[in-house]
């Protein structure tokens, strides 16, 4: 089977991952409504890696890069989402007091493409 181009898929198949990506789509609904595109040779499983982010073949730091201390932590949001998990990312030859960075992400929650974010931010010089 030839490489899959963003030409062979219908308009549609974006717009239900974008629906399922802002959660007016659950999993299950979302790979319902794809099954109905995969047609011939051209698999869901082929469409969803193909519509789907993919993070780890895009990282730019590592995540046990050894310039750099980088744990989860966890905190109490009670007004909230509740328990909260971040990455918590600085230099590990910090000689002063540096400037910090808050990144924000996404409502489906820390994925990869953040942490790297962070880890980035902090080889630049931030507390993260």
Request: charged content about 25%.
């Amino acid at each position: 089977m030839k490489d899959l181009k963003k030409e062979d898929i219908k308009q549609e198949v974006f717009d239900l991952y974008d629906d399922y990506a802002h959660n007016k789509l659950n999993r299950r609904q979302f790979v319902e409504k794809l099954s109905i595109y995969a047609v011939g040779g051209l698999t869901v499983s082929s469409l969803l890696s193909f519509v789907s982010p993919n993070y780890i073949d895009n990282l730019l730091v590592a995540p046990n890069d050894p310039t750099l201390n980088s744990d989860y932590i966890t905190y109490e949001s009670p007004k909230g989402g509740g328990t909260i998990k971040g990455l918590l990312s600085q230099p590990n030859d910090k000689k002063t007091k540096l400037p910090g960075v808050i990144v924000v992400h996404e409502n489906r929650g820390l994925n990869p493409y953040i942490e790297d974010v962070g880890r980035r931010t902090a080889k630049e010089g931030f507390i993260l």
